[in-house]
Structures are given as structure tokens and as C-alpha cells.
């Protein structure tokens, strides 16, 4: 920083004095830049004395703009001499002391700075959230306020902002920013700068294990022309590390081995040379670490660890990145004490300041911040226990390990419920996966060594139902939060900024074909936005209503309510899949009344049920009886042979999802056989099956159902223009995809089952999606026979089709999962007689995110839905004799069940009885039967006729005791 010399400073004080007042800006900078001084030499006194003078002749100047650059020169000083409490005090008195609000645009840009000091010094003391909370605030000024996309903003606060998201693994914001920034810096034609951008992207995508992506990015920065070989030498390590991830060993020891000889004769100073080395140091180990040389990769190890420590400017993160690498190499090679050391001493490196935390204990959680790195330091540390206590048993090991899971397991949680963006927390829960997948390996490992501890099967149940459906209940939560009484007025605020994010999600899912680049830019900035106030609204919400279950933990029903919800000869079989086995927990009212199996689990297993799916929907059917076969074998024989449970509640996992239950063979089918099916012995023949998103949330769902007041039970049957062959082949091609012809039996069907249970069927023209979200709030019952579409790509863009027979451009006929959300659905049952409604990605934990699971979030207790596109004419027989069970008061699974069979045996031939066309419906949630009220004008004719049958049977009375 340039210093102004005493001499100089006292002339142009006294300049300033003679030739004006204390008042003038000319005296006003030059106690500024002497209080600086002062401070930075260390004489506070004489600092606050000049300070004092400059903040009182700019407040009388009106001069915001100079009086902000005060305080936040005071605080970079403050901050340069490691005094961070006291820098972040000036930078808060610039934000908060102000006479008034920024008006000018350099007074806005000015706050923007301030919050930008703000997250520098969060990023000096390894604090990732304030470094993101006040780089976003500084974001939001340059960006909402001032419309600023210069390169100083792109270098100075995307790329920081983005950096910091990518270390907290909040990728698809961080995703966001730094495109930003490379879009920015492309256009000011900075080469270097962009390039490093690109390299910060890159590490997104390497982190999100999208190593493609990853390459590319990397390599777009390499080919940029002009870059200096400081940045050429970082990506082409990037490049290295990134076909290292890819498994691909020969390209990742090239490139490392490219980028050493660029840094060997690139002339960089001695500091210079120093990180990159560091970085190539950590290259090398991790390829001799994957190829199984852990000697030469401790060597390269180290050597990162002592470059990383040593030199000028020492990066504290850096080192604690390098300790953990160290730590996880010592676990690979089964030296457990030495990787215990090298986490505890990158743990002290995470630890808060002021937090007091002996060597080689575990922290107290209620200091830790919400750090992944945190997160995988205390995972190492629970490995390094069960390793010492393999070799040499101890209790103490035992409870250490358990221990640490928990702690990493909260702070896993605390990290989930700050992400804005759902693809973030999804990817937070498959990044943290392997913490619950480890502590369940490890309760049960020490189960089978003491079976006689009861607690551990409860631990295992309660930590598989942690790192299930927790976004889903998080949705229910909020859905229930914004209908409570108490907070209507925040009702339409919610509403709103949902239509907003609907719409401009829909907007940059299918963009018009003329739609520039920066307006597309420009709606993604305005989503994300819209994103960020939503949450700010949720978090107001839940402070007003601190009694929600959002200002809570998730916490898992206990063992003891789900058990007691289960009925005589009912189980609830939970699967967990985990890094090498899956583990089916089995809760059923039986002696014993938790039982635990473990299966083996491998990559051919998980990829028969990735398939079988689509192996019954194309009929391939060789392949379908082998893996239906090998599913029932695998995953269900070694249970069932234990319980005599009929009745089943299922709770897949990852999959699993996929896998239609009811169609697994129990008995081989002989060669002869193999086309009859109708007489296949399918699981459906033995047991009754329903599906459950967690145990927790069937808990939740099996509640009494508490009835719509003047609720309406609705049947839809949208109606579909005809395709015309003579349509343009583009045309053609997307009505076909979509599978939007004519139906011929789903008004039938709708009109069948309206007058069993005494439904206002709307069908035709008249099911238009307008008609449908209208009605919606009232519905408790709701049957929907109609087209439905998952998108496996974006699960947000599945969509239900109503009629599309009027202007779909004035009125749109599709209703998106995303909008189904954040609708208020009441409903005891949903019937989803359409195509593909449980379909969709398949995300570890949290399942498949289908239109099923949209109507599950906005409130329905219980959905019928599909696996796959159904048979219109097979999916009417079957829902009519649904519907005529569920009228003789059969539990909802028990009905499908037997209409299922009713459709076996009656099928016109082997061909019809295909799974294909009976298998796609499963029952999720609510089983008990069907509870509804008789419709009002049904009960008000009977009573009518009851009384009048009354008053002629007393008249006839009264005149035959007269006549008497």
C-alpha cells in the first residue's frame, strides 16, 4: 500500500486547513489515508484521533461514497495485521453506521466492497459460509442493483463466490457464478484471467465427478492463446488429476509429467515454484496411491505436506487438504495411528479459534462449523478406530467410532439445510453417502460379534432412515408450515416466488429458438434470485413458527411407532444399498421383532435392477425371467424364509426403485413354460405389496386422515386431438415422444370408476389443466386417467397432459412435477392412471424423483402410480376392479393386489397376461382402505326416501289402529 510521507502529509494538511475548513474533502481524505497510517504502524490512538476527523468531515459533507472507503480501508488494515474481529467491526460500521442509505452508484459500489472484505477475512480464518453469505451480498449489489459485469467484479467476487460454494460442495451455485465469471472475462478479453475461471470451473466439475466435463474445461482454458505458463502449469495438473478420477492412469502420469517439465523451466520464483510443486507433489501420490504403490505415494505425500507448510505465504487450508490426503492414504494402507494423526491435526486446523479441543479427542459439536471438510476428517477418524480395534479390541475404539459417525453425521445434516438449490443438497446427500454406508457396516459388524445388544439393530434402522427421503420431508414440512393458520400472510409471497421459479425454469428448459445468449444469462440470474428469496422466506417462516419440523433436525420415527403400526402377518422390509453390501432391515409384529440380513451386492446385481424394468416394458422376456429370478433370490428368499408375513411394505433404495416386486418368480420356470404367463408363480401370488419413500414417512402418512372440509372426489379423462400423419416430421416426432394421441379407454374407465364411488367425472375438453389446479385444494379423492411423461434428464420437467383439444399456446395443457410441489393436495388417494407417473432419475437415498413423489410433497396420503407406459385398454379392466375391491372395503395394496390377479386369470390370452401390462402399478404411502363419506346427494336421497317411508308406514298405522 502506498504510504504518504510526514512531511508531505502536514503541507497538505495545512493546505487543506488554510485554504479551506475541517469540513472539505481535501482535510477530510487526508486524515483518512494519516489514520491508516497510524494504524498500520500500530499507534491506535493517534489512528482513531485522525479517523475520528475524517468520519465527521464526511458525514458533514454528505459524502457516503468516502466515508464507507474509511472504514473499509481502517478494517484492511485491521485485517493485514491478523486483528480479525476488529477488521470486521469496521467493515460492519460501514454497513450499518451510515447515515443513510447508498443512493449514488459509487456509493452502492462501495457497500458492495464492504461486503466483500467481509467474506475475505471469512476466507483468511477457513470460515466457508461467511465467505459465501457476504460474497453473495456483494454479488447481489453489482449484479440486481448496479447491472455491473466488469472484469474487476468477475475476478474480485464471482470467482471467489464460486470457489467458496465449490469448497462447501454446493456445486450448482458455484456452477453458476463461475460461469459467469468466464462469460465476463471472455468478453473483456483477458486471457489469464479467463483461463483461470475456466479452471475454477473445471473444478466443479471434477468434484461432481462429471470428468468430461471437467477435461474439457480444463482444456478450453490451456487453448486459450497468450496465457502465462503460471496458468498453463495449473491446468495441465487438473488435466492429470481429472484422467486420474477417470480411472485412466497412462494420460494422468503424461499430463503430470507434462506439466513438471512446463514448471522446470518456467523461471518462477522460488515461492511460485513452491505451490505449484505442492500440487504436482499431490498428483503423483495420488497415482501411485491408485495404482497400489503406497511407499512412492507416501514420499510424494509428504513432500506436498512439507511444501504446503513451508515458504512465505503458508495457505492453512492447504495444508489441512494435504493432511487429509496423507490421512486417507495411511487408511488404504492400514496404518491406522498415522492416519489418526494426520486428521487430528487437520481437524485442529478447522476448529474455531476459540474453540479448546484436546489432542486426540473428538470436538464438542456445538463449535463445529458446517464444514465437508470437517465431514471427512471425522469419517477417517471413525475408520482409523474400527481399524485399531480390529487389531486389538476395545470398547473405548467402539464408542470413539460411533462417536465421530454422529458428529460427522450432523454436521452432514446442518450442511443440507443450507443449500439453496435442491440439485446441491442432492448431490450433498450422494457425496455423504458413504458416512451412513460405513456406520451401518460398522453397527452391524459389532451386532454379529454381540447380538445380544439390543441397541444396535435400533441404531442401524435409525441411521438408514436418516439418509433417506430427507428433501421429501423437508418439502412436506414446508407444504404444511405455509397452510398453517398462523401463516396466511406469507401464503401468497410463497405462491408467488414459486410461479416465478416455474417460469423461469420452464423458460430456460425449452428457450425460444431466437433467444440470445445473455438473456438466457439473464434468466438464469433472475432464477436463481427468486431461489435465494424463497429460502430467505422459508427461514423467516420458520422463525415464526418455531414449533415446525423445519426448525428441528430430521429425526427418524422411533423402532416402537413403526412397529406398532404393522398388523398382524405385515413386515416392512427397508433396503439399504450400500458401498459393498446392501443390508434389508425387516421390521414385522414377530418374536423377533427386528431382523437384519445382509446381502452381498455388486455391480452385475445393481445392473439387473437398473434393467429389469425396461426388459418387461420392451418384453424381452428371456432376460426378464432370469432376473426376476436372480432378484428374488438375492434379495427377498433369505428373508421371507424367516417371516410368514403376507402382507409387505417395501422401502427400496437407490435401484431398487426400479424393480417391480410384484413380477419377481419365485420357483425356476421350466423351458416349456416360458411363454405361458398366466401361470407363472409371481411374487404377487404369495404376498401383498405396498411401497414406502422411508419408514419414517409411512409413519407419517398412515396417520388418520383428517377430511377436506366440503372436500370433492374427481375423476379426469382429458381428451387428445388425433395425430395427423401429414403433420411435419418434426412435429410428428415430438407428439409421438410424448405419446400424445387419442386415448380410447381412460374416459370409460374415469366414468366407470365415477359412478362406483360416487365421483363429478370431468372428461373431454373440459379436463383442462387449468380445471384440474383449481380444484386441486378441495380434492380427497382424485382419479387421473390420462397421458403422463417422466423426463429422466430433468425430473422438474415430467409432466401429467390434460386436454389439449383448445389454444395451448393461450393455455398450456401440461402440469410439470415442479408445479405439483408446491400445490395443496389433501387428498386420501391420488390415482395416477397414466404412464410413467413413478418413473424419473433415480437419486441415492432419496429415490426416484417421480410425479408420484410431487403429489406425496404436496400433501396426498396415498398415491397409485406406475412404473412404466401402461396398456390404455389393461389399465381400464384393472382399475375398474380396483375400484369395486376398494367399494367392499379392502385395504388399498390388498385391492390392487387382487385386481392384478382378477386381470391374470382373465386375460384373453398368455400374450395379455404379460407383466407388461399389470406389474407397472404399485401403492405408495397410506394402505388402509378407502374412508370416504358417502357424496351429499346420495345421503340426502336416502334420507328423503327413509323419512318418507316413515311417514307412510305411521299413517298406515295411525289409520289401521283407528280402524280397530
Known amino acids: 500500500m502506498h504510504k504518504l510521507p510526514d512531511l508531505a502529509f502536514f503541507i497538505l494538511l495545512s493546505l487543506a486547513v488554510q485554504a479551506q475548513s475541517p469540513g472539505d474533502s481535501l482535510f477530510g481524505e487526508a486524515c483518512k489515508k494519516q489514520a491508516v497510517r497510524f494504524l498500520q504502524a500500530g499507534q491506535s490512538d493517534s489512528a482513531a484521533w485522525y479517523a475520528g476527523q475524517a468520519e465527521q468531515t464526511f458525514r458533514r459533507l454528505d459524502d457516503l461514497e468516502n466515508w464507507i472507503h474509511l472504514h473499509r480501508k481502517l ?40 461486503y466483500a472484505d467481509i467474506g475475505y477475512v ?39 463466490l464460486g470457489n467458496a460454494l465449490n469448497r462447501l460442495r454446493d456445486y450448482a451455485k458455484a456452477e453458476f457464478y463461475l460461469k459467469q465469471c468466464v462469460n465476463i472475462l471472455r468478453r473483456e478479453s483477458n486471457p489469464n484471467a479467463a483461463a483461470g475461471a475456466l479452471n475454477d470451473l473445471g473444478m466443479v466439475y471434477l468434484n461432481r465427478e462429471d470428468f468430461p466435463r471437467a477435461i474439457a474445461a480444463f482444456s ?38 507434462r506439466c513438471e517439465t512446463v514448471l522446470r523451466h518456467s523461471g518462477f520464483s522460488s515461492e511460485e515454484t513452491g505451490l505449484h510443486l505442492m500440487e504436482l507433489y499431490d498428483n503423483y501420490s495420488k497415482i501411485y496411491r491408485a495404482r497400489g504403490d503406497f511407499s512412492k505415494a507416501e514420499k510424494y505425500c509428504t513432500l506436498a505436506l512439507q511444501t504446503a507448510a513451508s515458504g512465505s505465504a503458508v495457505n492453512p487450508r492447504t495444508v489441512i487438504l494435504a493432511r487429509i490426503a496423507r490421512g486417507n492414504l495411511y487408511l488404504d494402507w492400514r496404518k491406522p495411528r498415522q492416519a489418526l494423526g494426520d486428521f487430528d491435526a487437520a481437524l485442529s486446523g478447522l476448529m474455531p479459534p476459540d474453540a479448546a479441543r484436546l489432542p486426540g479427542h473428538l470436538p464438542d459439536p456445538s463449535v463445529l462449523r458446517p464444514d465437508p471438510f470437517i465431514v471427512d476428517i471425522l469419517g477417517g477418524m471413525a475408520r482409523c478406530y474400527i481399524m485399531l480395534n480390529q487389531t486389538s479390541a476395545s470398547a473405548d475404539y467402539v464408542q470413539r467410532a460411533q462417536r465421530a459417525y454422529q458428529i460427522a453425521d450432523n454436521v452432514a445434516t446442518e450442511l443440507l ?12 446427500q450422494t457425496e455423504h453417502r458413504w458416512i451412513t454406508s460405513d456406520q451401518i457396516s460398522f453397527l452391524f459388524d459389532v451386532w454379529e460379534a454381540n447380538p445380544a445388544a439390543p441397541d444396535l439393530l435400533e441404531k442401524m434402522f435409525a441411521c438408514s432412515e436418516r439418509s433417506r427421503a430427507f428433501l421429501l420431508w423437508q418439502g412436506m414440512e414446508m407444504g404444511k408450515l405455509f397452510r398453517s393458520d398462523s401463516l396466511q400472510a406469507l401464503r401468497a409471497q410463497y405462491d408467488d416466488f414459486n410461479r416465478q421459479i416455474e417460469a423461469l425454469e420452464l423458460a430456460l428448459a425449452y428457450p425460444p429458438g431466437d433467444a440470445e445468449k445473455q438473456q438466457l444469462e439473464a434468466a438464469a440470474r433472475r432464477l436463481l434470485k427468486q431461489k435465494e428469496k424463497k429460502a430467505a422466506l422459508v427461514r423467516r417462516a420458520v422463525a415464526l413458527a418455531p414449533h415446525t419440523g423445519l426448525a428441528k433436525q430430521h429425526t427418524p420415527a422411533p423402532l416402537a411407532v413403526v412397529q406398532k403400526q404393522l398388523k398382524p402377518g405385515e413386515a416392512l422390509l427397508e433396503f439399504f444399498i450400500g458401498e459393498q453390501d446392501a443390508y434389508v432391515l425387516v421390521l414385522a409384529v414377530l418374536p423377533n421383532a427386528l431382523m437384519v440380513k445382509k446381502i452381498e451386492w455388486d455391480e452385475g446385481l445393481s445392473k439387473i435392477a437398473e434393467t429389469i424394468r425396461d426388459d418387461i416394458s420392451a418384453q424381452h422376456n428371456a432376460a426378464y425371467i432370469w432376473k426376476a429370478r436372480r432378484l428374488y433370490d438375492q434379495l427377498l428368499k433369505p428373508v421371507l424364509d424367516h417371516i410368514p408375513a403376507r402382507h409387505l411394505t417395501l422401502v427400496p433404495d437407490g435401484v431398487l426403485w426400479n424393480v417391480p416386486f410384484a413380477a419377481l418368480l419365485t420357483r425356476d420356470i421350466p423351458p416349456k413354460g416360458s411363454a405361458d ?27 388418520p386422515y383428517s377430511r377436506v372440509e366440503r372436500g370433492i372426489s374427481l375423476a379426469f379423462a382429458p381428451a387428445y386431438r388425433k395425430i395427423d400423419p401429414n403433420l411435419p416430421d418434426t412435429v410428428l416426432y415430438a407428439l409421438r415422444r410424448n405419446r400424445l394421441d387419442t386415448l380410447l379407454y381412460n374416459l370409460p374407465e374415469a366414468m366407470a370408476v365415477a359412478r362406483m364411488q360416487g365421483m363429478e367425472c370431468i372428461g373431454g375438453a373440459s379436463a383442462t389443466r387449468k380445471r384440474f389446479l383449481e380444484l386441486l385444494p378441495r380434492a380427497r379423492l382424485l382419479h387421473i386417467a390420462a397421458h403422463a411423461k417422466a423426463n429422466h434428464q430433468n425430473s422438474d420437467f415430467s409432466f401429467i397432459a390434460f386436454s389439449n383439444m383448445g389454444d395451448t399456446l393461450a393455455e398450456p395443457f401440461q402440469c410439470y412435477l415442479n408445479e405439483l410441489y408446491h400445490q395443496n393436495i389433501p387428498a386420501e388417494m391420488v390415482v395416477l392412471s397414466a404412464c410413467e407417473t413413478a418413473a424419473g432419475p433415480v437419486r441415492q437415498g432419496e429415490g426416484t424423483l417421480s410425479l408420484a413423489r410431487a403429489f406425496a410433497c404436496a400433501g396426498a396420503h396415498s398415491i397409485l402410480t406406475t412404473l412404466w407406459s401402461i396398456d390404455d385398454k389393461a389399465g381400464k379392466d384393472i382399475m375398474v376392479a380396483y375400484y369395486q375391491y376398494l367399494k367392499n372395503d379392502m385395504a388399498k395394496h390388498q385391492a390392487l393386489r387382487q385386481a392384478q390377479l382378477d386381470y391374470l386369470q382373465n386375460a384373453a390370452d398368455h400374450d395379455r397376461a404379460h407383466p407388461y401390462y399389470w406389474a407397472a402399478f404399485t401403492v405408495l404411502g397410506n394402505t388402509e382402505p378407502l374412508r370416504l363419506p358417502f357424496p351429499t346427494t346420495i345421503v340426502l336421497a336416502t334420507l328423503a326416501i327413509v323419512a318418507f317411508a316413515g311417514f307412510f308406514w305411521l299413517y298406515g298405522k295411525q289409520r289401521l289402529f283407528g280402524k280397530q
Open 677 to 703: 404367463f398366466k401361470s407363472f408363480p409371481y411374487l404377487l401370488r404369495e404376498r401383498t405389496i405396498a411401497y414406502g419413500f422411508s419408514a419414517t414417512l409411512q409413519a407419517e402418512m398412515s396417520k
Open 75 to 114: 478494517g484492511q488494515a485491521y485485517r493485514d495485521n491478523g486483528q480479525y474481529e476488529l477488521a470486521v467491526g469496521r467493515f460492519r460500521h460501514a454497513l450499518d453506521r451510515g447515515w443513510r442509505r447508498p443512493i449514488q452508484k459509487k456509493e452502492h459500489i462501495q457497500r458492495a466492497w464492504a
Open 417 to 428: 439445510f443450507s443449500y439453496v438449490l435442491e440439485e446441491s443438497r442432492l448431490t450433498a
Open 122 to 160: 471469512g476466507k483468511r480464518r477457513n470460515d466457508q459460509k461467511t465467505v459465501v453469505e457476504y460474497y453473495e451480498k456483494a454479488a447481489a449489489v453489482f449484479l440486481d442493483t448496479l447491472g455491473m459485469e466488469d472484469a474487476l467484479v468477475a475476478r474480485y467476487v464471482y470467482s471467489e
Open 220 to 257: 478450453q482454458g490451456l487453448d486459450l492463446g497468450g496465457i502465462d505458463a503460471d496458468y498453463s502449469v495449473l491446468l495441465l495438473y487438473n488435466i492429470g488429476l481429472a484422467y486420474l478420477y477417470n480411472q485412466d492412469y497412462e494420460k494422468a502420469l503424461g499430463y503430470t509429467r
